[in-house]
Nanobody, 120 residues
Framework: QVQLVESGGGLVQPGGSPRLSCAAS????????MNWYRQAPGKERELVAT????????NYAESVKGRFTISRDNAKNTVYLQMSSLKPEDTAVYYC?????????????WGQGTQVTVSS
């Protein structure tokens, strides 16, 4: 059974630096690209950060570049999102996503999300 379980969200003050974690199970984690998405109230889900299966390449949305860092530990089947210099506009539900292309098919799994609220 595939599971992606996010943790680390909560209420954070502006300028804070929480770290989100996503623990994966039920699939061969090291073969999958991992993503963090977020969805703010009334807005579409947004891709925040991507890391390749080996961890050798990362990519970020312009809105978080220089403030967020995605990383992974393939030995622990876990992907992280280190957030810093948080702003109120970073408030959203953050989702972990696993994605893999096999031939012409694309497969993905989603976590249940963790709320991050940036407020003083």
């Amino acid at each position: 059974q595939v599971q992606l379980v996010e943790s680390g969200g909560g209420l954070v003050q502006p300028g804070g630096s929480p770290r989100l974690s996503c623990a994966a199970s039920g699939f061969t984690f090291r073969y999958w690209t991992m993503n963090w998405y977020r969805q703010a109230p009334g807005k579409e889900r947004e891709l925040v950060a991507t890391i390749t299966s080996s961890g050798g390449s990362t990519n970020y949305a312009e809105s978080v570049k220089g403030r967020f860092t995605i990383s992974r530990d393939n030995a622990k089947n876990t992907v992280y999102l280190q957030m810093s210099s948080l702003k109120p506009e970073d408030t959203a539900v953050y989702y972990c996503n696993a994605k893999r292309e096999v031939g012409i098919k694309e497969y993905d799994y989603w976590g249940q999300g963790t709320q991050v609220t940036v407020s003083s």
